[in-house]
């Protein structure tokens, strides 16, 4: 997903956001497609916004009942708007002509979507850098903080990219966790999988399609953990994935029975709160008592890579940002 060039017919000071069809959805109707490519969306919600954006490059509106072939580009035009707030600085942690190392702030978003356009890590990059000057290796979720890498386009983008893909990099996480962890270290080895939209009732909660299940049939996911401190109710621990699947940590440390503070899917009531968030449109101080703080406790601490040109294995480290050093002391108290 991307910026596009505006389409002809359209306010030139609109919003453009791409969409490639994946092979395993071909056939798949335009408006089924957006509600699975926007879990957060209602089906109707989804429908209306494909009859009012919906484009083709050439400037020719869409309809909700299209069917989709693979690897085309599904193209949604929004009217200028005015984006939520959010975080619009970053640290530097490491830079050459290379690469680039970072620590985003949690409540960035890395990419453009249907709220974010301006308010981006990728629209940030643009502008300290200039249009397409350095390329995210990978992407870490908008509450999650720590370290995000990028590369200069062209070799070393690609040799940074092939890392992730061959996971051959290195990561380690923090993660404050409700409750006392009892073991001081382990392995959770469980396999993690969700639907895909021709599995899913078209009475389902529409936040369900947001969730990673522990699944027998699921990819394997494994993930090492060592505790590093309990604060009273809470536990400090650090992670470190041996597999990449998504919301992984979030979905086997709830499986212990100690999920993330703060996480709004995955946490001791569900996903309902974070239907009550969706719904009210904005997130209460009474709503953020009930998950223990305003985003999961989750933070990108270390990412360990070859350098695209000298080979030389690196570490890159962001310290625990001060919400959470404030949210762990809190558990000392």
């Not at 942690?93 to 709220?115: I, N, W």
Request: aromatic share 6%.
């Amino acid at each position: 997903m991307g910026a596009m060039p505006v389409p002809p017919g359209f306010d030139p000071a609109s919003v453009v956001l791409s969409f490639r069809v994946p092979n395993e959805l071909e056939g798949q109707r335009l408006d089924r497609f957006l509600h699975w490519r926007i879990p957060r969306l209602t089906r109707e919600r989804a429908r209306a916004i494909v009859e009012n954006c919906a484009s083709s490059p050439a400037g020719i509106r869409r309809r909700p009942f299209e069917r989709l072939y693979a690897g085309e580009i599904v193209l949604l035009v929004r009217e200028r708007f005015v984006e939520p707030d959010a975080p619009r600085t970053f640290t530097v942690l490491y830079e050459d002509e290379a690469m680039l190392a970072l620590d985003k702030p949690a409540g960035l978003p890395v990419h453009p979507s249907a709220t974010f356009h301006k308010n981006t890590l990728t629209a940030l990059l643009r502008e300290r850098y200039g249009d397409g000057a350095r390329h995210l290796a990978h992407r870490l979720d908008k509450e999650t903080s720590g370290v995000v890498l990028c590369g200069t386009p062209g070799p070393d983008d690609t040799a940074l990219k092939r890392q992730f893909a061959a996971r051959t990099v290195a990561k380690a996480y923090l993660a404050i966790v409700r409750g006392i962890v009892e073991h001081h270290e382990g392995v959770i080895d469980l396999p993690l999988g969700r639907r895909l939209p021709h599995d899913v009732p078209s009475d389902l909660d529409t936040v369900e399609h947001l969730m990673v299940r522990v699944r027998e049939d699921g990819q394997s996911a494994r993930t090492r953990y060592r505790v590093l401190e309990r604060a009273g109710d809470r536990t400090l621990v650090k992670l470190w994935p041996e597999t990449g699947r998504q919301h992984q940590l979030r979905v086997h440390l709830a499986s212990i029975g100690h999920p993330i503070l703060g996480d709004k899917l995955y946490g001791p009531e569900g996903h309902e709160v974070f239907q009550e968030i969706i719904d009210a449109g904005a997130m209460s101080d009474v709503m953020s008592e009930r998950l223990g703080h305003h985003r999961h406790a989750l933070h990108a601490t270390e990412l360990t890579v070859d350098h695209p040109r000298t080979g030389a294995r690196i570490t890159f480290t962001a310290p625990l940002p001060p919400d959470l050093v404030a949210l762990l002391a809190r558990g000392r108290g």
